[in-house]
């Protein structure tokens, strides 16, 4: 956040609406579980090694938009033309859209890869991003009939997975894709779907399943969309209605690709349940600065009571890598005891990271672990709710995941976490910010998006809107809701 615009507002501060906390914290009483039957094996002997596997999930879209991710919503699954199955690709660029359509696969790093696939259509270029060495791209205008398109890569040394994608060009035709492939070098094919699924149900579910021989990672599926990511052998489901059917796989994947999905199971959440937490169903939430910047200083004993959540800004970062540690301005004239005393009067207040100039960087486990630690200290030793996540200078997904998932474990249920990602941040699935969103949007209450420093914005139509206006608003928390946030 940036503290420059919050010397801006009354009493230096920069106050947003929040809004419902996610579910979270849920009962989990067990109901009858579903059996399953017996799943499809892919081979009977030892796992055997797959010659130039593809790498691409769904590459003829005959699972419609299954795997990809189309800024503004650009793509859709077309029956004609097709040049292979039955389904192909067809995405609309806006006048500030190119309808890039991507998905993000394992590799190996420092290994050769080649990218090929059918285009037809208006412009319409094919690539491949954060490759770790050089990214390439290649493309065709106005082929009025099925052309391929192929490049070639080397993965860097530290290179773990790569962004391909294809995109036309801004107010051009539609252009159409199909067949896409991914090869590298011969992956481990997977032995079978896994196995011995079960569903407790409840108003979230908790799946487990046995360990498929191979895998590297699971998919989750609720209703047919995939909805997590996970490495071990168990995943809960969170945010479901109550009383409510669902129907729900789980796959395998490894560098090969992904196994066939297990037997559909169906489950039923009870009648009860309901938000948990502390909480209230409607906050506001506001930012309370910890530093004396020459604005009015306000005691955080003199906030409102209208205020759900008092984010303190910031915590600083320490010398030990993803740390932080928090620091009252001497300015203040503040004791521990003075500062604490806001609790008692039921407000959530948590402890915000980050900021314009925040330079708090979690880019490794071992980083995370410290995080996770070092809040939990802070909010030991001051009474701290929760954190808020406020990073404008990056966000590793994958490790930030991990550091409030331990942070999680280590304070329990009525943990509040919230984000306050700027909008640029929340435009597409691909993004760090909104990654670290939904890997954790079981345990997220709330995302308070930066919309007043944004400037125009594309919104989830593929228009443009102005700040400022209730369009602005709506088409880009459009965008969060698309891209799997729930409106809580």
Not at 415 to 433: A, C, E, H
Request: glycine content about 12%; overall charge neutral; proline content about 4%.
């Amino acid at each position: 956040m940036d503290r420059a615009l919050r010397d801006r507002h009354t009493r230096g501060r920069r106050w947003s609406a929040g809004r419902r906390r996610m579910n979270r914290g849920l009962a989990s009483a067990a109901a009858t579980a579903l059996a399953t039957s017996a799943l499809v094996a892919l081979g009977d002997g030892g796992a055997q090694a797959a010659a130039e596997p593809n790498l691409i999930q769904n590459p003829g879209f005959e699972a419609g938009l299954n795997n990809w991710t189309c800024s503004g919503g650009s793509g859709s699954s077309a029956a004609s033309p097709v040049h292979g199955g039955a389904s192909s690709l067809s995405a609309t660029p806006a006048s500030a859209d190119n309808a890039k359509c991507s998905q993000t696969v394992s590799v190996q790093p420092n290994s050769a890869y080649e990218l090929s696939g059918w285009v037809q259509g208006g412009y319409v270029y094919l690539g491949a991003s954060g490759t770790g060495t050089t990214d390439v791209s290649t493309w065709s205008q106005a082929a009025s009939d099925w052309k391929q398109l192929s490049t070639k890569f080397t993965t860097g040394p530290n290179t773990t997975s790569v962004t391909f994608y294809r995109h036309g060009w801004y107010g051009q035709p539609a252009y159409h894709a199909d067949d896409l492939t991914l090869t590298g070098p011969p992956g481990q094919e997977l032995q079978a779907a896994p196995a011995g699924l079960a569903a407790p149900t409840s108003s979230s579910v908790t799946l487990s399943w046995n360990p498929t021989k191979g895998a590297t990672g699971y998919h989750v599926y609720q209703d047919g969309k995939r909805v997590q990511a996970v490495s071990g052998t168990s995943a809960t489901v969170t945010g479901l209605a109550p009383a409510t059917s669902y129907k729900l796989q789980v796959t395998a994947t490894n560098t090969a690709g992904e196994s066939p999905k297990s037997a559909e199971i169906t489950a039923t959440t009870t009648a009860g349940g309901g938000d948990g937490g502390t909480v209230p169903k409607h906050t506001v939430t506001g930012y309370w600065q910890n530093f004396d910047n020459g604005a009015t200083v306000q005691k955080i004993s003199d906030v409102q009571n209208q205020y759900d959540i008092i984010a303190v800004a910031f915590a600083d970062a320490t010398t030990t890598p993803g740390a932080v540690d928090f620091n009252l301005d001497p300015a203040l004239k503040y004791s521990g005891a003075q500062f604490k005393a806001k609790q008692a009067a039921g407000k959530s207040v948590i402890l915000s990271v980050g900021g314009e100039k925040g330079t708090v960087s979690v880019n490794s486990a071992t980083a995370a672990t410290n995080f996770a630690n070092s809040v939990y200290a802070q909010m030991q030793e001051f009474g701290f709710d929760g954190v808020d996540i406020d990073l404008e200078n990056g966000i590793n997904p994958t490790y930030m995941t991990q550091a409030l998932r331990a942070l999680s474990a280590k304070a329990g249920p009525d943990l509040v976490i919230t984000m306050t990602p700027q909008t640029i941040d929340m435009q597409s699935t691909s993004g760090g910010y909104f990654q670290t969103a939904l890997n954790i949007k079981d345990i997220l209450t709330v995302a308070n998006m930066q919309y007043y420093k944004s400037g125009s914005m594309l919104g989830c139509d593929g228009n443009v809107y102005s700040q400022g206006t209730v369009d602005f608003l709506t088409a880009l928390a459009c965008i969060q809701l698309q891209g799997g946030l729930k409106p809580s």
